[in-house]
Every structure is written in C-alpha cells, then in structure tokens.
C-alpha cells in the first residue's frame, strides 16, 4: 500500500468514526425526583412554558390526571418548583408509570389531554407532535417505578366513559395548589364491565 492510499484510508476511518459519535443527550424540561417508595415529585427545569398539567401513564394502561383544578384546566408551574406543590403516590401493582408533562403558553382543557392521551396509549413514546391542541405546547415524558411504601396514587383515573367528567369531581381551587402538600388517595369508581381503561372516577383529587 503506497504512502497516499494510506493516507486516505485514515482520513475514511476518521470520517466513520466522527459519524458515531453521539450527539450529546436533550436537555430534560423537567425532573422527576423519588420522595420515597411509591411516592415522585417532578419539578419543571428552567426555561419551559407558564402552564402544564400532568398525566400518568401505567404498564397496565391505567390512565390518571394528577394535576386536577375546578376548572379542570393547567396550572401554573414554575421552574425549580414541585409541580402542584405535591408529591404523588403511585400503585406498585401498577408497576413502571410513564409520566407525561404538558408545558403550554396557555392554559389548555384537560379533558382533550385526557382524550387524545387515551387514544394514543398504545404508542411507544409521545411527543407534542402527536397532539391537537391550542396554541404553543411542549412534552416530556418521564419514567417511574414505584416500590412498596407510601399511599395509593393521587388524581383521577382516565379512560373512555366520562371524557368531560373529570373536572365534576375536583374540589380543590387553583389559589389553594400552592398551599397544600401532600395528596389524598382519590376514590376510584371501577369503569363499566370491570374494565381498567375507563375515565371512571373523578373525585377529589384531594
């Protein structure tokens, strides 16, 4: 092999391996932190939209909406901050829950969430690209596994039989998010003919 083959056959192997470099990973819009056994926090990073709301999705499809006001609307969220000034409690028979967390510069109906996240329960991984809504709105999602300790999850089951429902059964006012800590095991009414995916019971979410 003569001294310019050899050259460009090191200039080939440096091309390849600059190709397999990865990319440096994107930055998390938020944190999901464990306070202990089955119980998360997530906290937004700097930098996202005012508003968000949060679902949680389990390995058995069981659907639930954490972030629960009259107006069954987002919240504000502030960087650096629990998001509902909250820790939530996850079943450990629902095992790994992925966490959705809608970053938004408006605030934005849950109910359409709720219904569109059923709809798309079954794909892989979601992002603000796989959703209809209104105005400027940006995803993340996170995962979870709870362990045993701590209390079962907090928010409303979400499925198919009451789309609108969910905000009849929150008693809580946005003013009194930021005044409240922990949350309180909601009632869960089973969805029609023992399914598990439906948008079954609403109340308090505290």
Excluded: H
Aim: include cysteine; glycine fraction near 10%; charge should be neutral.
């Amino acid at each position: 092999m003569t001294r310019w083959m050899k050259a460009v056959a090191v200039v080939a192997l440096g091309a390849v391996g600059c190709t397999q470099e990865q990319k440096p990973a994107a930055a998390k819009r938020a944190e999901l932190k464990t306070a202990g056994g089955s119980t998360m926090e997530i906290i937004p990073a700097e930098g996202q939209l005012p508003y968000c709301m949060l679902f949680t999705v389990s390995e058995k499809g069981i659907i639930r909406q954490l972030t629960m006001t009259r107006e069954n609307r987002s919240i504000k969220c502030d960087a650096g901050k629990r998001i509902y000034n909250s820790s939530f409690r996850v079943p450990v028979a629902e095992g790994t829950v992925k966490a959705y967390v809608f970053f938004s510069d408006q605030r934005i109906q849950a109910g359409s969430v709720a219904q569109q996240l059923y709809d798309l329960r079954d794909k892989p991984r979601l992002t603000a690209m796989d959703f209809r809504l209104p105005g400027s709105v940006s995803v993340e999602m996170l995962e979870f596994t709870p362990k045993p300790g701590g209390e079962p999850v907090t928010g409303a089951v979400v499925g198919t039989t009451d789309i609108e429902g969910s905000a009849e059964g929150s008693q809580t006012e946005e003013a009194e998010v930021e005044e409240q800590q922990d949350v309180a095991p909601p009632k869960v009414t089973p969805p029609p003919n023992g399914g598990g995916s439906g948008l079954t019971a609403t109340d308090g979410a505290r």
